[in-house]
């Protein structure tokens, strides 16, 4: 499985009520979710993002509530990896659990500018920005959860164990 | 191997004798919490799981509180599912509105917390529990399905830090006041992943209300919990509201923290976070003159009783500025009988404050106090995050309820040390 999009390139603390603010959290629909998402600090994101598209920003992204609604309505939105310096635990929990990829990496991070094309392997970990040609690898994630995300979701992993 | 308090109940609800931090357990909850905001993404993923029926009945808490008496038809469907969903599965405590108060509120006064308790729930302020000696933290909607289904939750060990008190806090300083302060010195994700442990000889001049508004706010430095010792005050709230027999884990001596903070409180001040993250901070002596629109006094953080026993203290005999939208809104329906019995609730109204029924309405900017652009408000919530109480250009500053009361009668964000009591 692999990624390449744009990159949408975010700051420091990208909190959970930008990507999804609470107005919206009356309906659970991902596609209602994601015509909303980032609408309160970059309007354009919405009309601009294309399926595959690749989301990247600074520290502790995702701070703030535990809605799980923002990591759905950046992969109903079509983002296929959101890239950070760091994650705030819920949102990093979250992701895993529904399966949007999700890669912490601070130096890809540096190297990435709004607008560049950006491509990943998943299973390597490795990060290219194919704009600039520079590329750089990401931690792996720890055994247990490549299980997870290999299962598809924290519910089809805990379905199979149940049955092993 | 020694470990911390948190590790400790971490180490036992996995059935193992030891844990160390970054070491990835499944766990046995003892309690497991959703809203009608998070609750409806995870019954639609519980479906999904193949079982019919929940793992315990009394081990799931339903509290439809964010927009709640429903604000709108979609709000409407989302409680009518949440529901029909607690009925189907005889779910024991889902407080439907006329029991429902703020579930960070709700839960600990109706005795479903006690101390040793491993609590997920899919809302980020679950650490609040951590103030009775219980490892709680906030998760997703799907973490929130599974548990439903098995009783289990998967854990990455936190590492801790240690915020050691000493002293006691001045008069109109609150346990607000020095978590504000707290976030202010370590930063927003100062302690990502990790548990923030409150330990001290400080402790004890802390009540009840101040650790779970400090707990509460340990996800404002982007902690995974915060807890305090079991202590005599805890186990006096114990003994009041929770028929189980308090579990208590205390940290080795020899524990490892990342770091230790010394914290001396009579040296806190009464802080503000300025927009738009809370741990912008400034102390009540650099706030200036900033003149606002509304004032917000409630919410898991600040809407117990002794949040309203100070905001009235401040408001009694006077009335707010004719130019400021007072709020108040009680944390549960006890606590807004407790304060009808005081005398508060009278007090609020005559000072010109409206008092709402229980909700978390204002709070996210779900409804009952939004803000338009361009307006300010102080509240003693816990986020200021743009758009976080209504339009993007709106602008909300966290404070404690004797701030709020104060700036609620001048206009302006005002030290409460200034205002004469009537
Ligand atoms: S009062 Fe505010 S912070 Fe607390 S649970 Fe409700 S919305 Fe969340």
Same mark, same amino acid.
């Given at each position: 499985m692999d990624a390449k999009g744009k990159a949408f390139r975010y700051g420091n603390n990208v909190d959970t009520d930008v990507i999804i603010p609470a107005r919206y959290l009356n309906t659970t629909d991902p596609k209602e979710l994601a015509s909303h998402c980032m609408e309160d600090i970059d309007a354009n994101f919405v009309k601009q993002v294309k399926a595959g598209d690749i989301m990247v920003a600074n520290h502790?992204?995702?701070?703030?509530?535990?809605?799980?609604h923002a990591p759905l309505a950046i992969k109903a939105a079509g983002i296929s990896c959101v890239i950070a310096s760091s994650f705030a635990r819920i949102f990093y929990r979250n992701s895993i659990n529904i399966g949007l990829a999700i890669l912490e990496c601070e130096e890809a991070v540096q190297g990435i500018k709004a607008g560049d094309t950006v491509s990943v392997d998943f299973s390597s970990g490795t990060i290219k920005n194919e704009s600039t040609g520079e590329s750089w690898s990401a931690q792996p994630f720890p055994p247990f959860i490549q299980k997870m995300i290999k299962a598809d979701g924290l519910i089809n992993y805990l379905r199979k164990e149940a049955r092993a | 191997m020694s470990m911390t308090m948190s590790q400790k109940i971490l180490a036992a609800h996995a059935k193992v004798d030891a844990v160390q931090p970054g070491q990835l357990v499944m766990a046995d909850l003892d309690l497991v919490l959703g809203n009608d905001i998070t609750a409806p993404v995870a019954i639609k993923e519980f479906a999904k799981f193949g079982t019919d029926q929940v793992f315990d009945k009394k081990k799931i808490a339903l509290v439809p509180d964010h927009f709640t008496p429903n604000k709108d038809i979609k709000a409407a469907q989302q409680c009518k599912m949440m529901r029909e969903f607690a009925h189907e599965k005889e779910i024991e405590n889902y407080f439907e509105i006329g029991a429902m108060g703020i579930e960070h509120a709700l839960l600990p006064e109706q005795g479903l917390v006690d101390a040793g308790d491993l609590i997920i729930g899919?809302?980020?302020?679950?650490?609040?529990?951590?103030? /009775?000696g219980a490892f709680s933290t906030g998760v997703g909607s799907t973490d929130m399905a599974a548990a439903m289904a098995t009783g289990k939750a998967w854990f990455k060990v936190p590492a801790a830090l240690r915020f050691n008190l000493s002293g006691k806090l001045p008069a109109w300083v609150s346990g607000k006041d020095l978590i504000l302060h707290i976030i202010g010195m370590i930063g927003v994700d100062g302690a990502l992943y990790k548990s923030m442990e409150f330990t001290g000889e400080?402790?004890?001049?802390?009540?009840m209300d101040d650790r779970f508004t400090i707990c509460n706010m340990a996800i404002e430095a982007g902690a995974k919990n915060g807890i305090f010792g079991v202590d005599e005050i805890a186990l006096e709230y114990l003994a009041a509201h929770c028929a189980r027999k308090p579990v208590i884990f205390s940290a080795d001596e020899d524990a490892e923290y990342e770091k230790t903070y010394e914290i001396d409180l009579s040296t806190i001040r009464p802080t503000v976070s300025f927009p738009? /993250?809370?741990?912008n901070t400034r102390t009540i002596d650099e706030v200036g003159e900033i003149r606002i629109d509304q004032v917000v006094i409630g919410s898991?953080?600040?809407?117990?009783i002794s949040d309203l026993r100070v905001a009235a203290q401040i408001l009694k005999g006077k009335k707010v500025d004719p130019r400021v939208r007072t709020i108040i809104f009680p944390a549960t329906q006890n606590i807004y009988l407790q304060a009808m019995d005081e005398g508060l609730l009278k007090i609020f109204v005559q000072a010109g404050a409206v008092v709402s029924t229980p909700t978390c309405g204002p709070c996210l900017g779900g409804h009952m106090g939004i803000l338009a652009e361009g307006e300010r408000a102080v509240a003693t919530t816990n986020r200021n995050f743009?758009?976080?109480?209504?339009?993007?250009g709106s602008e909300v500053y966290l404070a404690s309820p004797a701030v709020a009361a104060a700036s609620a009668l001048t206009g302006y964000i005002t030290n409460p040390e200034t205002i004469k009591e009537n």
């Open positions: 502790n992204f995702g701070c703030g509530s535990s809605r799980e | 899919a809302d980020s302020h679950t650490c609040t529990y951590g103030a /009775l400080g402790v004890s001049s802390l009540t738009h /993250l809370p741990d898991c953080t600040n809407g117990r743009v758009g976080r109480m209504g339009h993007v």
